[in-house]
């Protein structure tokens, strides 16, 4: 098998191509949603049979959306004790990919409330969600800042062609 290098450039494109990617799967799940909803011209459930997707919604995000502050803040923290700058970025792209599946979660359900029930008022949920997701794109700035990095680690994240790691890829079949 042939060893590949895992740079600091490759690091920072898949770190936001997997958070574009959960991003515009909400983004996409949305638009099937309001569009089957219009186009099929099934009437909209009464609110008060909603209740219990409301419920469901509601109790989803009041959990996630602390939490995806809480877990990646302690994750970061953790991270940034890390010994090697590979460590410490390893540990940071965990904290990140569970920030954004927690931020998800509120939204896929409240998305799937929508598309059941045809009330529009569960937008509102996937809405703070999106936002909350885009607030937290991963950029070099903000990775600097959250794992307090100086100096060399600065300047090889801002490197592109710094060697983190060497890894054997997939075989795809």
């Known amino acids: 098998m042939e060893k590949r290098s ?3 450039g490759v690091y920072l494109q898949s770190l936001l191509l997997i958070h574009l990617a959960m991003l515009m799967g909400i983004v996409i799940f949305i638009g099937v949603a309001v569009y089957s909803r219009l186009s099929s011209g099934t009437p909209v459930i009464p609110l008060s049979a909603a209740m219990p997707m409301l419920f469901v919604v509601m109790a989803v995000s009041l959990v996630c959306l602390p939490l995806s502050f809480v877990i990646p803040r302690r994750l970061t923290a953790q991270a940034a004790e890390k010994p090697t700058f590979a460590g410490k970025l390893r540990a940071f792209q965990i904290a990140c ?5 927690l931020l998800e979660a509120p939204a896929l359900i409240a998305t799937a409330a929508l ?3 045809g ?4 937008l509102g949920v996937t809405l703070i969600a999106l936002v909350l997701m885009a607030m937290n794109i991963p950029t070099v700035t903000k990775i600097v800042e959250a794992l307090h990095l100086e100096g060399d680690d600065v300047r ?6 710094f060697v983190l790691g060497e890894y054997v890829p997939a075989e795809v079949n």
């Open 6 to 8: 895992l740079t600091s």
């Open 156 to 161: 090889n994240l801002n490197n592109p062609a």
């Open 97 to 101: 990919i569970l920030r954004v599946a």
């Open 115 to 117: 598309f059941i029930t």
């Open 119 to 122: 009330v529009y008022g569960f």
